[in-house]
């Protein structure tokens, strides 16, 4: 299931577009300079490792990182649990990523497992890209975004860098999140 949802950036009930269509998601992104792309989906064990994915998707992953330069490769992995120390965690990479911010290069996720949303703030809109299992989201360095993983998060997603530095966000200090739907609001979206 992939997802693009386009509101207003004033008004989370002022919807221009929405669609699961991926090829008309890709379109519409295109003009932005933003990349999705489809990689086939691997059969994977229910709970993947980080090593399942990476050698699972180590041919795809291996091209694309010698055709564009890539750096560092890595794996980021949460998986839902009921007890405290799981949940904290679970709270603290959510609030994190929930922060609107920018990156230096460009931000390239494929999304091998579960599901996560990048709201990627255009102008006077945001553009909420639910991802799931095969996509590949290549977001251009400056764009400011944030990501929701959910109340509950379940995914592995693959990350691509051209700096040995791995994840530095630039944090815009907009708290436009806490108005914008949920990852788990936009999954109940027919
Ligand atoms: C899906 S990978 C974790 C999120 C992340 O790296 C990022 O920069 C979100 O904006
Ligand atoms: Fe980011
Ligand atoms: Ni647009």
Same mark, same amino acid.
């Given at each position: 299931?992939?997802?693009?949802?386009?509101?207003?950036? *004033?008004? +989370?009930?002022?919807?221009?577009?929405?669609?699961?269509?991926?090829?008309?998601?890709?379109?519409?992104?295109?003009?932005?300079?933003? #990349?999705?792309?489809?990689?086939?989906? &691997?059969?994977?064990?229910?709970?993947?490792?980080?090593?399942?994915?990476?050698?699972?998707?180590?041919?795809? @992953?291996?091209?694309?990182?010698?055709?564009?330069?890539?750096? &560092?490769?890595? &794996?980021?992995?949460?998986?839902? !649990?009921?007890?405290?120390? *799981?949940?904290?965690?679970? @709270?603290?990479?959510?609030?994190?990523?929930?922060?609107?911010?920018?990156?230096?290069?460009?931000?390239? +996720?494929?999304?091998?497992? !579960?599901? !996560? %949303?990048?709201?990627?703030?255009?102008? $006077?809109? &945001?553009?909420?890209?639910? %991802?799931?299992?095969?996509?590949?989201?290549?977001?251009?360095? !400056?764009?400011?975004?944030?990501?929701?993983?959910?109340?509950?998060?379940? =995914?592995?997603?693959?990350?691509? =860098?051209?700096? @040995?530095?791995?994840?530095?966000?630039?944090? #815009?200090? $907009?708290?436009?999140?806490?108005?914008?739907?949920?990852?788990?609001?936009?999954? $109940?979206?027919?």
């Amino acid at each position: 299931m992939t997802l693009l949802h386009v509101m207003s950036d *004033t008004d +989370r009930n002022d919807v221009r577009l929405s669609t699961h269509d991926r090829a008309a998601i890709a379109e519409h992104l295109r003009p932005h300079d933003i #990349t999705l792309s489809t990689w086939r989906a &691997v059969p994977l064990p229910g709970e993947p490792s980080e090593v399942d994915i990476i050698t699972r998707y180590e041919q795809p @992953a291996r091209q694309l990182t010698r055709e564009a330069g890539y750096e &560092v490769v890595d &794996v980021v992995s949460l998986r839902p !649990g009921s007890d405290a120390e *799981t949940r904290k965690r679970a @709270a603290e990479a959510r609030a994190k990523f929930l922060a609107e911010h920018s990156h230096d290069e460009d931000e390239v +996720r494929f999304f091998a497992h !579960g599901f !996560g %949303c990048f709201y990627l703030h255009l102008d $006077d809109r &945001v553009h909420a890209v639910v %991802c799931g299992p095969g996509d590949l989201l290549a977001v251009p360095a !400056g764009i400011p975004h944030w990501f929701d993983m959910g109340e509950n998060p379940n =995914f592995s997603a693959i990350r691509f =860098f051209r700096t @040995a530095g791995g994840w530095v966000g630039n944090f #815009t200090g $907009d708290d436009i999140a806490s108005r914008m739907p949920s990852l788990d609001e936009l999954l $109940d979206i027919p």
